[in-house]
């Protein structure tokens, strides 16, 4: 079983960076997982933003923020990280990180196995 605890989250003023954090805990071979980042937006369903596969080789951004989220992880500390800049209201969700053993950094939520409970950002205008 892979814990993942989201961390990072909080209420923003737009135009500002913010840098999630996703970490593993216990016996977890982290490198062997792709993470995937995903958010839900109030009132709308989940969406994917921001993936890196279990080598750390490639990595894809969604289409909505590919310019602004920067996704990047260190295995040597567990922890997977979602650097957001420029932040917009729309930004405001719910947003979780997920993971995917020896996973290719798919944009599909069914491919993850593990999910953290997941941290909120929100963007003031």
């Known amino acids: 079983q892979v814990q993942l605890v989201e961390t990072g989250g909080g209420l923003v003023q737009a135009g500002a960076s913010l840098r999630l954090s996703c970490a593993t805990s216990?016996?977890?071979?982290?490198?062997?997982?792709?993470i995937g980042w995903f958010r839900q937006p109030p009132g709308k369903e989940r969406e994917f933003v921001a993936s890196?596969?279990?080598?750390?080789?490639?990595?894809d951004v969604g289409d909505s923020v590919r310019g602004r989220f920067t996704i990047s992880r260190d295995d040597a500390k567990g922890t997977a990280y979602l650097q957001m800049n420029m932040v917009t209201p729309e930004d405001t969700a719910i947003y979780y990180c997920?993971?995917?053993?020896?996973?290719?950094?798919?944009?599909?939520?069914?491919?993850?196995?593990?999910w953290g409970q997941g941290t909120q950002v929100t963007v003031s205008s």
């Open positions: 997920a993971a995917d053993y020896l996973g290719p950094g798919s944009r599909m939520e069914h491919e993850y196995e593990f």
């Open positions: 890196i596969r279990w080598s750390g080789r490639h990595s």
């Open positions: 216990g016996d977890t071979i982290f490198s062997s997982y792709a």
